[in-house]
């Protein structure tokens, strides 16, 4: 594919942001106890690339963090990203001649343009239906939905899941917290041509829904104060909004505590949950246009 580079402020993350509202997300295990107090901002370019076999373990990594210890075989699931690696990209640091000079004068370094910053692609869960992997994942979906799902919406998942006559696909798009929405457009964009192009090919990317895991956050209601809901990525209150069915989960039990803003100390505790997306494909390109729109519209402010 052809990497699109992004330059990306982390500092001042407000301004960055589509609704002015800060993220978060779930300190690992083996995070230390300090948590970060300095307003430091660094400036990145990045760009998506095809995944490769060295992307895996970082891929395993965001998928980590998205089915924060759910009983999935995510090396396998990693592997499935990387091995149709002709549709969707990893978000990386872009690389440069300085980095091939670098490279040369000590190979044995560890090269940052290796790290995995993010994730976007579609996995045709029919397709793969028997993968352990793919079944676990909806062995998870249906468990959760008879807790916290409706009948009707267990139904509709069932019928895009399970149903024969309709075509599914998982959509990942996940990424380290803090980096903007702004990357999500190109990502998205390369994800549908690519689809296009595999689809001419004969290949199975038509789909009737895309299944999607979306991570938010959320202050308890206070007195007058109505609960508040924080997004960890943006951008994907615009794929809720148009999506056919969803439920919602909490993920407390599994996580640590979730910090709001900038990871400071005096950041207020939120409570991490998972809501779950049936999105018709049709919807797609609709989704991703509205989310440039308003990039688009912050940036020119």
């Known amino acids: ?25 779930e300190s690992s295990d083996e ?6 107090e300095g307003d430091e901002g660094i400036t990145v370019d990045f760009e998506g690339r095809n995944p490769i076999d060295p992307d895996l373990d970082g891929i395993k990594q965001l998928l980590g963090q998205l089915f924060v210890k759910a009983h999935i075989d995510l090396t396998e699931l990693a592997g499935v990203i990387v091995a149709q690696n002709y549709v969707g990209s990893v978000l990386k640091q872009a690389y440069t001649d300085a980095d091939d000079d670098e490279e040369d004068e000590d190979t044995d370094m560890g090269d940052p343009c290796q790290v995995v910053f993010g994730v976007t692609t579609i996995i045709n869960l029919a397709n793969k239906q028997e993968l352990a992997s793919v079944r676990q994942l909806k062995k998870m979906i249906f468990e959760k939905a008879e807790k916290y799902a409706t009948e009707l919406v267990q139904q509709q998942f069932r019928e895009a899941l399970e149903g024969g006559s309709k075509t599914t696909g998982l959509l990942l798009n996940e990424r380290f917290i803090n980096i903007p929405a702004a990357v999500c457009v190109p990502m998205c964009e390369n994800l549908l041509s690519e689809m296009e192009r595999a689809r001419t090919k004969g290949m199975p990317f038509a789909f009737d829904y895309y299944l999607m895991f979306v991570k938010y956050y959320q202050h308890a209601a206070a007195g007058d104060k109505p609960a508040e809901v924080i997004y960890s990525n943006d951008e994907e209150e615009y794929f809720i909004k148009d999506s056919c069915a969803s439920f919602d989960y909490s993920v407390q039990k599994e996580t640590t505590t979730a910090l709001a803003g900038q990871w400071q100390k005096k950041d207020e505790e939120l409570q991490p949950f998972r809501k779950v997306l049936l999105i018709e494909a049709s919807k797609l390109p609709g989704i991703v246009a509205t989310i440039k729109n308003l990039v688009a519209s912050v940036a020119n402010k």
């Open 1 to 25: 594919m052809t990497s699109k580079k992004l330059k990306v402020e982390a500092e001042d993350e407000e301004e960055q942001r589509m609704d002015a509202k800060s993220g978060s997300d």
């Open 31 to 36: 995070e230390n106890d300090e948590a970060y």
